[in-house]
Structure formats: structure tokens, C-alpha cells
T-cell receptor, first 114, second 112 residues
């Protein structure tokens, strides 16, 4: 079945450092890919998405590119802020163009220090 | 006001008790989901419903049941709670054509 593998955390960075959180996936067909973020005490919210190969999703300074050849969707940000401290989840949908069912990675805890 | 609400937000119960977690949404979405979150395991799908008359088991439905009372309400029940059901439970919604799922704030359930 489908699966998502994320780099294990926790990740601790200083403010303004560069962030990469690795995500690779296994799926049949052509899934849509997502990054969700969970701030302390809150539910998950969509950070960015990509629906086909070579698409780049971006939001709030975060970016991720759908790489079909390496089955990857790594999350990057050039300069992190304390407010970016959260848990980040990579996810895929099992039906192209649909978010009806999501398969999540295990999550990566990010802490940004001032 | 939040679009997806969950009650209660925290609950401690004893082994063998029946408990119900409730989810309500004002987004007008037809699809609703229940997930549980465990440390290091991400979110796993328990049940999902595409409309009031359509309910489907997810990855980990054993020990759980659901009821879709209306388009806006989706309840999760633990008929006889056990300690390994201690987790954070999330409800989510989506529309039929959108990519995004919208999550509630979660219910932290502890079974002693």
C-alpha cells in the first residue's frame, strides 16, 4: 500500500537557518502530495501541495517540489523563524487530484531557537 | 468561530467504559474523517464518510464505531475503551473537489 517516510526529528535550528525536512513516498499511480503543519495545541493545517510531477508548492516562505524520479517531496525554507516551530507532516492522497484519503508520514518536530 | 469543532477537548476514562467523541462542522463539506495521532506514528485513518449514508472503515477501525447524524455531525464511539486507545483524535472535513482537508483542534483521550 501507500506509505510516506519522513526524516526523524526532532530538528532544532537557530533563527534564520536553512531548513530541509526530507520526505519520500511509495504509491501506485500518480498521487498528490502535501505538507501539513501542526502548531502546538492545534489541529493540522495545509501548508502547501503539489498535484503532479515537477510541480512546486509554496507558502509562507516554504517550498517543496514533486520529484517523481526520486519519489520525494522535501520541504525547504531559506530562513526559519521562531514562529515556524511546529510539527510538520508529509502526506499523499491515493487518488490523483483528490484529498479524499490521506496517508501521513510520522511527522517531524521543528524547534527554532532565537 | 472555528469551522470544525470537537468535543470534549480532553477526556480521561476508565478501561471498559463507553465513550463518544463528537465533531461538528460549519464548512458545508460532505466528507468527514476521524484520525488518531500517536507519537512517532503520524495520523492514521479510523473511519471516513462521504455523505450521511456512506460510511467506510479506515486503516484502524477495530474497537471503534461511528455515526453520521447529519451532514455536519460525525461521532466516534469507543464501545469498551482500552488503554492502547489513549491518543489524540482528530476530526477532519473536505469537499468533493478540493484538495485540502480541514482539521478540528483534536480531543486528547486517556484511558486508564
Amino acid at each position: 500500500g501507500d506509505s510516506v517516510t519522513q526524516m526523524e526529528g526532532p530538528v532544532t535550528l537557530s533563527e534564520e537557518a536553512f531548513l530541509t525536512i526530507n520526505c519520500t513516498y511509495t504509491a501506485t499511480g500518480y498521487p498528490s502530495l502535501f505538507w501539513y503543519v501542526q502548531y502546538p495545541g492545534e489541529g493540522l493545517q495545509l501548508l502547501l501541495k503539489a498535484t503532479k510531477a515537477d510541480d512546486k508548492g509554496s507558502n509562507k516562505g516554504f517550498e517543496a517540489t514533486y520529484r517523481k524520479e526520486t519519489t520525494s517531496f522535501h520541504l525547504e525554507k531559506g530562513s526559519v523563524q521562531v514562529s515556524d516551530s511546529a510539527v510538520y507532516f508529509c502526506a499523499l492522497s491515493d487518488l490523483p487530484g483528490s484529498a479524499r484519503q490521506l496517508t501521513f508520514g510520522s511527522g517531524t518536530q521543528l524547534t527554532v531557537l532565537p | 468561530d472555528a469551522d470544525v469543532t470537537q468535543t470534549p477537548r480532553n477526556r480521561i476514562t476508565k478501561t471498559g467504559k463507553r465513550i463518544m467523541l463528537e465533531c461538528s462542522q460549519t464548512k458545508g463539506h460532505d466528507r468527514m474523517y476521524w484520525y488518531r495521532q500517536d507519537p512517532g506514528l503520524g495520523l492514521r485513518l479510523i473511519y471516513y464518510s462521504f455523505d450521511v449514508k456512506d460510511i467506510n472503515k479506515g486503516e484502524i477501525s477495530d474497537g471503534y464505531s461511528v455515526s453520521r447524524q447529519a451532514q455536519a455531525k460525525f461521532s466516534l464511539s469507543l464501545e469498551s475503551a482500552i488503554p492502547n486507545q489513549t491518543a489524540l483524535y482528530f476530526c477532519a472535513t473536505s469537499s468533493g473537489v478540493a484538495y485540502e482537508q480541514y482539521f478540528g483542534p483534536g480531543t486528547r483521550l486517556t484511558v486508564t
